[in-house]
């Protein structure tokens, strides 16, 4: 009697542990990371927006658009893996802060643009600022968090992503409005405006972040312990069921299975995310209007992703969570091509808004899952920056289609065939999602 009473104490105590302890960290950490990837992001595609009037002035085509758009990606991609191993030698508060105070004064020099090449040459030194951002978070989350919480706070800081839309589409169709103050044009405000909180958030991230849980002093000595435990019990999971070295992880059919899965998938965020103003724009809205109708498929994308994320949680299960809304988004996008009617043409953007999110809030679950240390630093950023090469192939591929055919809607058509192969590969692929719940019950 005494022996299980006090076992049960010691099970109850332990539950308060993790429980006071998953709390401690995300509020400490999710709030911030939101509002620095909500910066991020924003400054990363206000260029949809800036596009509105700016494209007229410099006398930009679609085409000229599309390679600037992309072009980032390119810069993206060539720096996105060395970045990130940066990140995992420097630490994150040194790294990142680096990241967005670059960023930050690049996306404000956009304002400076005055010609095709300096067009293409900005949004190219974008891409290497930026570059190890997105994936330098993921890695850092998982110092943070075991598996079991992970797809839901990869989710909560994800939200950032139509939360930066759903605020800042409105925001950057007002800023449009401030054409001739001080002598500059309403798009140059746009991106002078929003690229300086990023400067200056990048000077917090030095000092606010910490590198690592044993360096919390706002954890207890119980709480770190705890988790160092619970982190290590997984990290050894992993390496008894596959190690891997960082080549091997750089070069395994499982981390080029999921890069392309990520490219079908970023290739229809990217190409939704520059086009849906000009889309909107042509249903005959003022620039302010424009922004408010915008935000509208994020603001029901922001919910799903949460919910879906949860549920994913709850059921621990990945494939299906990823690999079904991938077929939503490519069913929605093909549908969209074909309608005529505004109403209808955003409620069919708003089913593809939602599927995007969905699979932005679980798919990130998969490498971490079986990967851990350098290996998993290199396999998320190349992940990340062979995926982001479909921000260069999106946008073009629609703004092609616009400038052969004068119509963005094949280039809809033709876009849904990245989300389509993309879920049939993550159906066909057998990612070995299980390892992350060896040993774990799921999360309350």
Same mark, same amino acid.
Request: glycine residues 10%; charged residues 10%; hydrophobic residues 55%.
């Given at each position: 009697?005494?022996?299980?009473?006090?076992?049960?104490?010691?099970?109850?105590r332990?539950?308060?542990?993790?429980?006071?302890?998953?709390?401690?960290?995300?509020?400490?950490?999710?709030?911030?990371?939101?509002?620095?990837y909500?910066?991020?992001?924003?400054?990363?595609?206000?260029?949809?927006?800036?596009?509105?009037?700016?494209?007229?002035?410099?006398?930009?085509?679609?085409?000229?658009?599309?390679?600037?758009?992309?072009?980032?990606?390119?810069?993206?991609?060539?720096?996105?893996?060395?970045?990130?191993?940066?990140?995992?030698?420097?630490?994150?508060?040194?790294?990142? #802060?680096?990241?967005?105070?670059t960023?930050?004064?690049?996306?404000?020099?956009?304002?400076?643009?005055?010609?095709?090449?300096?067009?293409?040459?900005?949004?190219?030194? @974008?891409?290497?600022?930026? #570059?190890?951002?997105?994936?330098?978070?993921?890695?850092?989350?998982?110092?943070?968090?075991?598996?079991?919480?992970?797809?839901?706070?990869?989710?909560?800081?994800?939200? *950032?992503?139509?939360?930066?839309?759903?605020?800042? *589409?409105?925001?950057?169709?007002?800023?449009?409005g401030?054409?001739?103050?001080?002598g500059?044009?309403?798009?140059?405000?746009?991106?002078?405006?929003?690229?300086?909180?990023?400067?200056?958030?990048g000077?917090?991230?030095?000092?606010?972040l910490?590198?690592? =849980?044993?360096h919390?002093?706002?954890?207890?000595?119980e709480?770190?312990?705890w988790?160092?435990?619970?982190?290590?019990?997984?990290?050894?999971?992993?390496?008894?069921?596959?190690?891997?070295?960082?080549?091997?992880?750089?070069?395994? =059919?499982?981390?080029?299975?999921?890069?392309?899965?990520?490219?079908?998938f970023?290739? #229809?965020?990217?190409?939704?995310?520059?086009?849906?103003?000009?889309?909107?724009?042509?249903?005959?809205?003022?620039? *302010?209007?424009?922004g408010?109708?915008?935000?509208?498929?994020?603001?029901?994308?922001?919910?799903?992703m949460? @919910?879906?994320?949860?549920?994913?949680?709850?059921?621990?299960?990945?494939?299906?969570?990823?690999?079904?809304?991938?077929?939503?988004? #490519?069913?929605?996008?093909?549908?969209s091509?074909?309608?005529?009617?505004?109403?209808?043409?955003?409620?069919?953007?708003?089913?593809?808004?939602?599927?995007?999110?969905?699979?932005?809030g679980?798919?990130?679950?998969?490498?971490?899952?079986?990967?851990?240390?350098?290996? *998993?630093?290199?396999?998320?950023?190349?992940i990340?920056?062979?995926?982001?090469?479909?921000?260069?192939?999106? =946008?073009?591929?629609?703004g092609?289609?616009?400038?052969?055919?004068?119509?963005?809607?094949?280039?809809?058509?033709?876009?849904?065939?990245?989300?389509?192969?993309?879920?049939?590969?993550?159906?066909?692929?057998?990612?070995?999602?299980?390892?992350?719940?060896?040993?774990?019950?799921?999360?309350?």
């Amino acid at each position: 009697m005494g022996l299980s009473a006090t076992t049960s104490v010691a099970r109850e105590r332990l539950s308060d542990i993790e429980t006071s302890t998953i709390r401690a960290i995300s509020w400490r950490l999710i709030p911030f990371l939101v509002l620095a990837y909500f910066f991020s992001y924003l400054d990363r595609v206000n260029l949809g927006f800036a596009a509105l009037t700016m494209n007229a002035e410099l006398k930009f085509t679609p085409l000229i658009f599309s390679w600037g758009a992309g072009i980032f990606f390119i810069g993206y991609f060539i720096f996105e893996v060395p970045s990130n191993l940066a990140l995992e030698r420097f630490g994150a508060s040194r790294w990142i #802060a680096r990241i967005m105070v670059t960023w930050g004064i690049i996306s404000a020099l956009m304002a400076t643009v005055s010609g095709v090449w300096s067009f293409y040459t900005l949004r190219f030194l @974008l891409g290497v600022a930026e #570059a190890g951002f997105f994936p330098g978070i993921i890695l850092y989350l998982t110092y943070w968090y075991p598996a079991q919480y992970r797809a839901r706070f990869l989710a909560a800081f994800a939200v *950032a992503v139509p939360i930066s839309t759903v605020i800042g *589409a409105p925001i950057s169709g007002l800023l449009l409005g401030l054409d001739g103050v001080m002598g500059l044009q309403g798009w140059q405000w746009l991106f002078i405006l929003e690229g300086i909180p990023s400067i200056l958030l990048g000077v917090v991230t030095w000092f606010y972040l910490t590198d690592r =849980p044993e360096h919390a002093t706002w954890l207890s000595a119980e709480q770190k312990a705890w988790l160092a435990a619970r982190l290590d019990a997984e990290n050894a999971a992993k390496r008894a069921a596959r190690h891997m070295t960082l080549g091997e992880a750089l070069s395994s =059919p499982k981390v080029i299975m999921l890069s392309l899965i990520y490219f079908g998938f970023v290739g #229809a965020l990217y190409g939704m995310q520059f086009w849906l103003p000009q889309i909107v724009k042509a249903f005959g809205l003022t620039n *302010a209007q424009t922004g408010f109708v915008t935000a509208i498929p994020y603001l029901f994308g922001t919910v799903a992703m949460i @919910l879906w994320a949860r549920h994913s949680d709850a059921t621990r299960e990945r494939v299906f969570h990823v690999g079904a809304p991938l077929m939503l988004i #490519a069913v929605a996008l093909a549908l969209s091509s074909y309608l005529t009617d505004p109403t209808l043409t955003m409620v069919v953007l708003t089913i593809a808004a939602i599927g995007v999110f969905c699979v932005f809030g679980v798919f990130w679950t998969l490498p971490t899952a079986w990967l851990s240390g350098t290996a *998993a630093a290199g396999a998320i950023a190349l992940i990340n920056s062979i995926g982001n090469l479909a921000g260069f192939g999106g =946008p073009y591929l629609i703004g092609w289609m616009k400038d052969t055919t004068g119509s963005t809607a094949n280039g809809l058509l033709a876009l849904a065939v990245l989300p389509l192969i993309a879920g049939v590969l993550t159906f066909l692929g057998g990612h070995e999602s299980k390892i992350e719940f060896a040993g774990q019950t799921p999360a309350e």
